[in-house]
């Protein structure tokens, strides 16, 4: 209801079940690909790389220096997902150019057609909510369900739970919860995936948890994988002066760093008098953030600029990732200097221009242009000029229920 199969591919995305299934990039099987110069041909994982301009420069030239690159061009060891500049880490060890072209965010090529790899839906799962005293025994709870063989583990951070709380939270959470945690169990049939769940429970209780609830049919499941969406349809209904920006956040960190990180966004948020909302991939140390940002105070831009400056600098120090799952895009591609090495930095510059000498492929992404400022004009800004009205409606609707799949003009008469 959210993704598009093509946007996945673009950014290497990454979701619930990444802890089990790993990001979009080893299940891309093919792409049939237009290059700069309109060349259309399929790259296969495992061919023999197509005889395309594009391709044969960037053998000629960026592919032996990626090779020759110290350390294999890795600048975050532990983060376990990163969707955050060229995947030259992948293509090192594969050599196969898929490996450089999903995450690319059309920034090489356009995707017009995507082959995948399937897996086996699995007889049987089975959930559980842990709730915590301190972010320290969730994060240990959250390595435990990782070697213990969970399918997902989300973190919910308790400025998450006190906003679910407020709009009816399909499941009761104890107010002193630092943080809570939703665990996913894969099995063969419902017997295996309720013993797992019960081995589960005792090894979170012994993290810590003071209170563990497991469900074991699909109805219980859904009512505990529903407060992971609870928040977003309620930070929609706020205040109309309140906007969910997300602008930090789709960090991911070593996973021992992670009640530092979280613990470091919240002061930042607090020190700049803003509130927010943090939840995530628990299991990936991954994590995603929803300021709300009371654009009625006539510092909210500088706000927003200080805190996503003092953020980057906070997942810099910890050794992570501006982007764990849904890439740079122009808000983050000013900032990958800081987060990156200066040779990992020139190598993206050499293998855009290899690809797309014409910079004609989404300019500003992956390699920055022009002054190289993370964003100008914000589309919340009650100053800006205001969008025709039924484009407004349309648009509020959208954001209001959730509806990314509607098709936008046939909601403003197909114009």
């Known amino acids: 209801a959210f993704c598009t199969i093509g946007g996945m591919a673009a950014t290497n995305a990454a979701g619930t079940h990444t802890l089990r299934y790993g990001a979009m990039r080893s299940w891309v099987t093919a792409l049939d690909c237009v290059f700069d110069d309109g060349t259309r041909t399929l790259v296969q994982r495992g061919a023999t790389p197509p005889e395309v301009p594009a391709v044969e420069r960037f053998l000629a030239g960026a592919h032996a220096a990626i090779l020759a690159s110290p350390a294999r061009v890795r600048s975050h060891p532990g983060v376990r997902k990163d969707s955050s500049g060229y995947g030259l880490a992948d293509y090192a060890r594969s050599g196969d150019l898929l490996d450089l072209l999903v995450g690319s965010e059309g920034t090489l090529a356009m995707f017009v057609g995507v082959e995948l790899s399937l897996a086996s839906l699995p007889g049987a799962t089975s959930s559980l909510v842990a709730e915590f005293p301190t972010l320290e025994q969730a994060v240990d709870g959250a390595a435990r369900a990782r070697t213990g063989g969970a399918s997902a583990c989300e973190l919910l951070d308790r400025t998450f739970v006190e906003v679910a709380r ?5 499941v009761s959470i104890d107010e002193a919860s630092e943080a809570v945690l939703l665990v996913e169990l894969e099995a063969g049939d419902a017997g295996s995936a309720a013993a797992m769940a019960r081995v589960m429970e005792q090894a979170l209780a012994a993290c810590g948890a003071s209170r563990v609830t497991v469900a074991l049919s699909a109805e219980d499941e859904a009512a505990l994988w529903a407060l992971r969406h609870a928040a977003s349809p309620i930070l929609n209904r706020l205040s109309p002066s309140l906007k969910s920006m997300q602008f930090i956040e789709d960090a991911a960190v070593p996973p021992e760093r992670l009640p530092q990180y979280v613990r470091g966004v919240r002061e930042i948020l607090a020190r700049h008098d803003v509130r927010g909302v943090i939840f995530g991939h ?15 105070r006539t510092d909210w831009k500088d706000a927003v600029r200080a805190i996503l400056d003092e953020v980057t600098s906070l ?26 090495d200066a040779r990992s930095i020139a190598l993206f510059a050499e293998v855009k221009r290899a690809f797309d000498p014409q910079n004609i492929f989404n300019p500003g992404v992956k390699v920055p242009t022009g002054a190289g400022q993370p964003f100008g004009d914000v589309k919340y800004d009650p100053t800006l000029p205001q969008l025709p009205l039924d484009a407004r409606n349309a648009l509020d609707t959208i954001e209001r229920d959730r509806a990314w799949s509607s098709y936008r003009l046939s909601m403003i008469g197909g114009r």
């Open 315 to 340: 997942a810099a120090q910890l050794g992570g990732t501006l982007a764990g799952e849904h890439g740079d895009g122009r808000l983050r591609t000013p900032l990958l200097e800081r987060v990156w």
């Open 166 to 170: 407020r709009g009816a939270a399909p």
């Open 282 to 296: 628990a299991g990936d140390s991954h994590v995603h953030v929803n300021p709300l940002i009371d654009v009625r």
